[in-house]
Structure formats: structure tokens, C-alpha cells
């Protein structure tokens, strides 16, 4: 079996400054697509939005999932784009006259693929540039899939030789500045993984409505953008007792649990069917809640038929403790969801 690869010629063309290389198009009114946000103003949104979510969890949660720098890597994760192949990409995509950048001549778009595109050059040049562990895989499966980097150096032909990873090392020293941050340290894998989470979700929202025209400043609308996601800390109806949220008295096995449940953790509650195995759970979860201690609950169940069983259910005690003006709703997210609330579809939309 033959491996055939497609490459270009040695890019001639002088390298753009990394604050001109754009980062995305958008649509006018007129139905012009024009050339949108820089590299940088995006990737400074970016890093601006995963700050604001990591601001939106509880203190203690925060401190213990996050590592210091996170936003960084989520605003270092499209360095990438600033490569002679990306920039004609954009300036391809734009109608014509509606693009500021220059030819790159000689430059076929589609060729990126061979090496995972934009998010595969942030891969490289992070490692290049001696990014901590982790760090580098994170940029490069921004958009959820990792990117066959092995054979590339950072400043490869391809990538616009050495004068190109010249500006991405430019662009990251500027976001450094900018974010007040540096590379974080990141010890294990389920780190990393949530950071991975935190990158993909914040280029989201950070590419989303809000700051498609770039000529609107974006520094307010990072709230509003959070906001619009279903990123908003609920609000719920304090101190409430559990037969205020149930309409009973609590039975024993639901009164050990409640006792015994003052701070996060795992807890087990074994008892018979029918003696209320739910609501002890839910009404835990509200009093940490309440307390500040937790910022959500998922519950998990192994079928459909459960699920939709406890989604009713679930849906009823979020109507007895939350606050009156509290615009949350509980999600019902399997396969087949999307049949029970049309509202939310197949997307399962914040």
C-alpha cells in the first residue's frame, strides 16, 4: 500500500505580520463574505470567555478543576492560523474585494488536511515553542480530533518556513501579555482533559454571534455571549426544607442521608425500592447547591425509559427550588431526546 503525499512548493511570499492574519469570515447584510476577526482579536475573545467561565464556578470548585493559565491555551488555540495556507484559505473564502490580505502564490487550501489543518500547525508550533506536557495536544484537538503531526517540524515549508513560525511565536508572547498568563503546568490527563473541554467550548462561544463583525467591539458582549450559552449561575429559593420541596416528611433512610451530607463528596445510599432513593439524593444536591458548594447536578440513569421517568421527576423539584425570576431548565440528553423536546433538538442547545 502506497503512501502518496501532495505538497507545495517552498512558500516564497514574505510572511504576514501576525496581527493582520485573519481568523474568520462573516456574512453582510448584503450577502458579502467578508474578512472578520484577526488571529489575535479572536484568539484574545477566546481567552477573554474561558476566563469568564472558570470566574462563573463556584471558588472551591474553581480552584480545584483549573489550573492556573487555562486561559492561555484556550486563546493559543488557533496560533496556528497564522500559515501561509490558512490565510489563503480565508482570502478563497472571501468575496472578491472583500479580503485585505495578498495572494499566497502557489498555495492550494485543501492540501491543509494533510496535516490536520490550522489546529495541527498550533500543535506543532506549541511544542516548538517547549509548551508544557499536555499543552500542545490540547491545541491541537481543538476541534475533536488529533491531528497526525509527527513528521512536521515547526518551521517546515509547508508552514511557511521559518520567517511564519516566527509571527505564531510572536502571537503567543502577545497573548501572554495580554491574558496576564503563562503555559500552565497541568499534572494528569483528566486535566488535561477538562482543559481540552474548556478550549473547544470557549472558541464556541467565542466564534458565535457575538463577535462576528470587527468593527463591533467585543469586550462587553463576553457576558452576554455566556449568558446567551446557558452559562448562568441559577439561582434558587434558600433554606428550604425538604417536605416544603416534596410535600412530605422525610423517612429515615432519607433523614441518615441528609444528616450525613455537609460537604461534597461520594455517597452511597442502599435502601428498598419505594423508600424515596431520589428525593434524598435531589434534596442533598439542593442543599449544596444552595450553600454554594456544587454548581449543578447530572444524573445519570442506564436506560431511555429511566431517564425520561426521572426527567419529570427532576423537572418538578427544579420548579419547587428555583428562585421565581431563575431562567433554567433541566435537559433530558440521550439519542432520542430531541423526540420529547423539540425545543432543544438533536443539538441538545445550552
Same mark, same amino acid.
Given at each position: ?5 501532495? +505538497? ?18 462573516? $456574512? ?137 513560525? *516566527? ?30 473541554? +474548556? @478550549? ?69 445510599? *442502599? ?67 430531541? $423526540?420529547?423536546? @423539540? *425545543?432543544?433538538?438533536? *443539538?441538545?442547545?445550552?
Amino acid at each position: 500500500m502506497a503512501l502518496i503525499l501532495y +505538497l507545495n512548493k517552498k512558500n516564497s511570499a514574505p510572511p504576514i505580520d501576525f496581527r493582520d492574519c485573519p481568523a474568520k469570515t462573516y $456574512l453582510d447584510s448584503n450577502g458579502n463574505v467578508r474578512q472578520g476577526r484577526s488571529v489575535l482579536n479572536h484568539c484574545e475573545i477566546v481567552g477573554a470567555v474561558a476566563a469568564e467561565i472558570i470566574s462563573r464556578y463556584p471558588e472551591e470548585m474553581r480552584n480545584a478543576l483549573f489550573v492556573t493559565g487555562a486561559p492561555l491555551v484556550a486563546a493559543a488555540h488557533d496560533i496556528g492560523k497564522v500559515s501561509p495556507y490558512f490565510v489563503e484559505k480565508i482570502r478563497q473564502a472571501c468575496t472578491p474585494g472583500f479580503s485585505s490580505v495578498a495572494a499566497q502564490q502557489g498555495i492550494n487550501p485543501k492540501l491543509e488536511s494533510q496535516w490536520g489543518g490550522h489546529a495541527g500547525v498550533s500543535q506543532v508550533t506549541a511544542k516548538a515553542l517547549a509548551a508544557p506536557k499536555y499543552v500542545p495536544e490540547v491545541l491541537g484537538q481543538h476541534h475533536g480530533f488529533s491531528p497526525n503531526v509527527a513528521i512536521y517540524r515547526s518551521d517546515a515549508d509547508v508552514f511557511g518556513g521559518k520567517a511564519w513560525q *516566527e509571527q505564531r511565536e510572536a502571537l503567543v508572547a502577545e497573548l501572554k501579555k495580554l491574558l496576564s498568563n503563562d503555559w500552565p503546568k497541568i499534572e494528569s490527563v483528566p486535566q488535561a482533559r477538562l482543559l481540552s473541554g +474548556l @478550549t473547544s467550548v470557549s472558541d464556541w462561544i467565542g466564534s458565535g454571534p457575538f463577535f462576528e463583525n470587527p468593527a463591533t467591539p467585543w469586550e462587553g458582549n463576553i457576558s452576554r455571549a455566556l449568558d446567551d450559552a446557558g452559562f448562568i449561575p441559577p439561582t434558587y429559593q434558600p433554606g428550604l426544607s425538604f417536605q416544603q420541596v416534596f410535600g412530605f416528611v422525610p423517612h429515615q433512610a432519607q433523614q441518615q442521608l441528609i444528616d450525613a451530607v455537609s460537604s461534597p463528596g461520594v455517597y452511597v445510599l *442502599e435502601a428498598p425500592m419505594g423508600m424515596g432513593k431520589t428525593e434524598a439524593a435531589l434534596y442533598v444536591a439542593y442543599r449544596m447547591l444552595d450553600s454554594g458548594q456544587a454548581s449543578g447536578i447530572y444524573f445519570a440513569l442506564p436506560t431511555q425509559l429511566t431517564s425520561n421517568k426521572i426527567y419529570e421527576r427532576f423537572s418538578q423539584f427544579l420548579s419547587s427550588t428555583l428562585a421565581q425570576d431563575c431562567r433554567h431548565r433541566s435537559l433530558l440528553l440521550h439519542g432520542k431526546a430531541w $423526540l420529547l423536546d @423539540t *425545543e432543544m433538538g438533536e *443539538e441538545g442547545r445550552p
